[in-house]
């Protein structure tokens, strides 16, 4: 889950970014938005104390993708919704567990998300 300060423009934001990984529109929960998939559940809420929603210092949000292809046009969606491209641009990364195609962006309240392709 994260953070919002404004959840009919965050919804609008990751409806477009999270249609590119064929997963429907999200269900509004009064303070909330829920994205389910067989896979898991993603949500953005109003913070319940009531106090402003702040970005994560060192959080980051992973969406699995099934190409590099597919990372890619979640990078763009996310750009033309508003979101910021962030570090390198989209590409294949090596680490110690393997090789990764990555593409980073910014949401509208300043989190941190990912789309992450695993390669081979």
Known sequence: MLGTNDLERAKAF?????????????????HRIFYATKTGVFSVSRPIDGRPATAANGGTIGFACSSPAQADAWHGAGLAAGGTAIEEPPGVREGATGKYYLAYLRDLDDNKICALHRMG
Request: proline share 12%; no cysteine.
């Open 14 to 30: 990751y409806d477009a970014l999270l249609a590119t990984l064929d997963i429907p529109p999200a269900r509004v929960d009064g």
